[in-house]
C-alpha cells in the first residue's frame, strides 16, 4: 500500500458529528418513548441485519435473496442451545450463533460467489428455501411450524433480566449494534473495504490488478453471515421463541427494501431505512390493519420515481439544492 | 364478494370511535391480536367481524356505566416476534384487561410469556396446536386442540374401514393430526392397517400425483389433513378429477377439507366426504341458526362464517361473563378464574364449557357428510362423535 | 404397472409445466431483452386469472371468451405500466428495479384483496372440459390434456413469431444487442412495449388456464414468484426454448418426486436449482448469465 493511501484512510476513520446522530436518537428514544421499546428493539435488531445486508449488497455488490437464512440460523442456533442444551447464557449464544452462521456462510460463499445477477439471486434464495424446509422437516429440534419454545435467556452477564417493558432487550439490542457498527466501519476504512469497493465497482479491472476477488467475496460474506447470524440471536433472546418466519423468503425480500428504502452502500442506509420502513409499517398497520399494504407499496413506487438514492440519497440532493439556493 | 359501503363506513366509524374514545372508569380494554393481511386473513377477518358483531348484539348485556373498548393489531401472519411486540405494546401501552385474538400457534407461543408476566388473562381464538393452551396460567382456549378431530375421525374409521391411507400436510399440526388419527385407529381397531402415508408440502399447488399414489396402494379410505382454506379446496379438485368417489374410494378428514365457507367453491365433488369438527353452519340449533341469521344480515347473505367466526363468538360470551360477574372493574385472577369455569347451552357449536384443570374448551365432535340442502352443500352433523371433551392431548399431558 | 405410473407422471408433470412456461416465457423476454427482473410479473398472471373468475363466475362469460379477455385485459395493463413505470427504470440499476416490484406487488395484493376478498377465486369449468377423458384404454384428467394441447399450440405460435417473422428478427437482434440494434434503425423503445405487453398477456393468459392449479388469491403474485423465476434462471436468459424445457423439468420432476419420493417432494425444486445453477451458472440453455 502506498503510504498516501493508508493516510488518507486513517484520516478518514475519525467519526463526524453527524455520525453520533443515530446513537443520539437511540439513547433519546428510550427515554421519550419508554412504551415502545418493543418495537425499538425490533427496529435495532432489524437495522443489524440490514447493516449485514448492505456490508454484501452495497459494499460488495454481492445481491441476494437470500440472507434471512442466516439470520434464521443465527436464531435457531440461540434457540436450540437454550432449549436442548441448557445453554442459556446470552452471551455465549450470541457467539455461538454468530459463529455458525459465519461458517454457513463461508460454505455457501464458496459455492455460490462463482456466479453473479440472476444466477446468484436463485441460487441464494433456493439455498434459503432448502435451510427453511430443513427447519420445517427437523421438528425434534426446531418445533418446526409450532415454532421452538421452551427458550428460556438467562440475565444478561448474570445481572441483567429480561423484562417486560423492554428495556433490557433495547439497551442490549443497542450495545451490539454498536459494536457491530464500530467494527464494520473500522473494516469499511481498511484496504479491506478499499478492495471492496473496487471489486463492485469494477471487477475486471481489479482481477486485473492481482485481486483476489473470489477471496474477498467470500470473505465479506462469511462476515456478513455472521453478523446477521448475531441479529438472529437477538431476535430469539428477546422474544424467547424462535419461528419459522425467521428463515423465510418475505424476509430477505423485507430488508432488501429497507435497505434500497434507505440508501444501498452508505453504512446509514441501514440505520435509516429500516426505522422509517418499521415505522411506516407499525403505524399504517395501526390506523389500517387490513389495508396497509397498499400504503406501503405506494410509498415504494413513490421512492422509484422521485428518491432513486433512497432515503439518504434525496437528503444529500436536498442539502445540495439547499446549499445552491443559499450560494445565489 | 363486495362490501357495503355503508358498513365499511360504519366500520370505519366504529374503529374511530373505539379508538377515539376517553376512556372512562369503567371501560374495559380488549387487546386484539389478529391476522388480517397476508396470505390467511381471511381467519382474522371473520375473527374481527364476529367480535364487533357480538359487541353491537350484547350491548344491554353489560353492566350499567360500563363499555367495552377494543384495540385490533394486525401481525400479518405466523410472525412470533411482531404479536410478541404487538401484544407487548398492548399491555404496556393500552393498559388492556384482556388479550385476545391470535390466530396462530406459533404467535400464542411468543405471547404466552408475556401473558404469564404481566398477568394478562389471554382468550385463544383460534391457536390450535394442543400444548399451546398449557404455556400459561393465564391462557384460556376458546377454539379446539389439534388432536382433537382427527382423534375421533380415526375412532370412527377403526369402526368402517380396514385399509386406510393417510396424507396429511408436512408441518407440525400436519404430523400431529396423522398421529391421532393413526392412535384412535390403532385402538379402535387392532386388524387396521395403514396401507400408506403421506406428508404433503404446505407449498403444494397440484395434489393430484399424491392422490394417485395413494388410489395405488387401494384403500376403503384416504384421511385427510390439510389447513382450512385454498389447500382444502384444491385437495378436493384433485380428489375429484381423479375420480377417486367412482372408484370406491372415501374421502375423510378434519373439517378444513369440507370448510363451510369453501363449499360454495367446489363444485358437487364434496359430495358424500365424512369429516369430523367441533362447528357447522348446518348444525340445528337455535344458537346457530339466530347466529347464522345475524351474520347474513351483517355482512350480507354470500358471507359464511367459518368456524373461527364461531371461536371469536363465543369467546366474547366467556369475556363478557367475565365483565358482568366483576361489574366491569377486572382482576387478572378472578378473570382467569371465572372464564376457566365458564359454560354455556348456548353456543352456536351447541354446550359448551372450559375445562377447570386444563383451561381449554370441553365440546362435541360431530361426524359430518356433505349433502346438498336446497341446492347448496352443507356439512350435515350425523352424530356426536366425542361427546364433551377435551383435546386428548392436552387431557393427556396437563399436569 | 411402472409404465403405467411413468405416463402420469410425464401427464400431470407436462400439464403443470406448460402452464408455468406460459406464465414465465414473458418474464424471461423481458429480463433477456431489456436487462429488467420484473419481480411483479406474477401480478399479471394474477390479474389474468381474476379476469377470467370474474367474467365467468359473475357475468357468465363462456370460457374461450374469457380466456381471450384474460389475456387482452393483461396485456392492456402491461402497455400501462410499462409507460408509465417500468419504461422510466430501464437504466436505474436492478435494486431500484426490485423496489418497485415489490411495490407493485403490495399494491395489487391490497387491490385484489379489496377488490375480490381473502378466499382464493374458483370457477366452474364448461362440462366439455370436466370429468375424464379416456386415451387409448387409460382415463386423463379431460382439463388437464386441454392445457397440454392449448399450450402447445400456443408455444408453437409463439416460436414461429420469434423464429420466422420480421418482427421476432427485430426482437432477436434487440436481445443479442439492444445498442446495435437501435444503431441501424430499429426502435427499441418500441419493441420494448411491445414484448412487454405480449409477455404479460401471456402471463394473464397462463393465469386464467392455470386457475385449477394455482389458485387465485390475493398473495398470488408472493407466492408462485419463486417457480416463475425458476423456470426463467434454469432455461437461461436470452431464449424462449430454455424456459421451456426448464419449465418441463421442473413440472415432471417435481411431479415424479411427489408421486414416488413424496418425503423428499418439498426439497426438490430446490435442491435441483442449486445444483444445477452451481454447475451451469448461465442455465440449462442459456448463452449468457
Redesign the interface.
Known sequence: MHPHISTFYLASVRVRAAELLPWIVALAAFFLFPDFLSLGARILIYILLVLSLDLVIGYAGIVTLGHAAFFGIGAYTAGILSAHFGIKDPLLQLAAAGTVACLVGFGTGLYVLRTSGLTLIMLTLAISALCLEVANKATSWTGGADGLSGVTIAPILGYFRFDLWGKTAYLYSLAVLFVVWWLVRTLLNSPFGASLAGIRDNRTRMEGIGALVNRRLVQVYSISAGIAGLAGALLTQTNQFVGLNALGFELSGEILVMLVLGGVGRLYGAFIGTAAYLIAQDQLAKKFPEDWYLGVGILLVGVTMFARGGLLGALDSLTARLRRALKL | MHKHPALIGLMFTAVWLATSAPASAQTVKLGVVTTLTGSNSLLGEHMDKAIRLYMEMHKSDLPPGVNVQVITRDDGGPSPDKSKQLAQELIVREKIDILTGIVWSPNGAAIAPLATEAKIPTVLMQAGASANVTMSPYFVRFSFGTWSAPYYMGAYAAKHYKKVYIAVSDYAPGADSEAAFEKAFKEGNSDGTIVGRVRMPLATADFVPFLQRARDANPEAIFVFVPAGKLGASIMKAFGDLGLDKAGIKLIGTGDITADEELPTMGNTPLGVITVSHYSGNGDRPANKAFYAAWKKAYGENSIPSFTAVHAWDAMGGIYHAIREQKGKLDPDRTIELLRNYKTDDSPRGPIAIDPRTRDIRQNEYLREVKSVDGKLVNVELEVVGKMVVDPWVEANTK | MLLS?IV??LF?GAA?GTILYVISVGLSVT?GLMGF?NLAHGVFAMAGGYTLTTLMGWYGVPFPLALLAAFVGTAVIGLILERL?YS??YD?????????C??????????A??G???????V?LPGYLQ??VSILGR?F?A??VFIIIFSALLITALWIVIERTRWGAIVRAAVDNGRMAQSIGINTAMVFTLTFMLGSGLAGLGGALGV????V???YP???L?YF??V??LGG?GTVRGPFFAALLIGIGD?AC??WV??F???FV??A??VI??LR???LFGTR?
Not at chain 3, 415489490?102 to 387491490?111: C, D, E, P, R
Not at chain 3, 385449477?212 to 389458485?215: A, E, F, G, V
Open positions: 405410473e402420469s407422471v400431470h403443470y429480463m427482473a413505470l422510466r427504470l436505474a440499476g436492478e435494486l431500484v428495479q426490485v423496489l418497485l415489490i411495490g407493485l406487488i403490495f399494491i395489487a395484493v391490497a387491490l384483496r379489496i375480490f376478498g381473502a378466499q382464493a377465486q374458483r366452474a370429468g375424464q382415463d384428467i382439463y388437464r385449477d392449479l394455482l389458485s388469491q390475493p398473495t408472493f407466492e408462485y419463486i423465476l425458476i426463467v434462471a436468459l411431479t411427489k408421486y413424496p418425503e417432494g418439498s426439497f430446490f435442491l436449482v442449486t445453477l452451481g451458472p448461465k442455465g448469465a
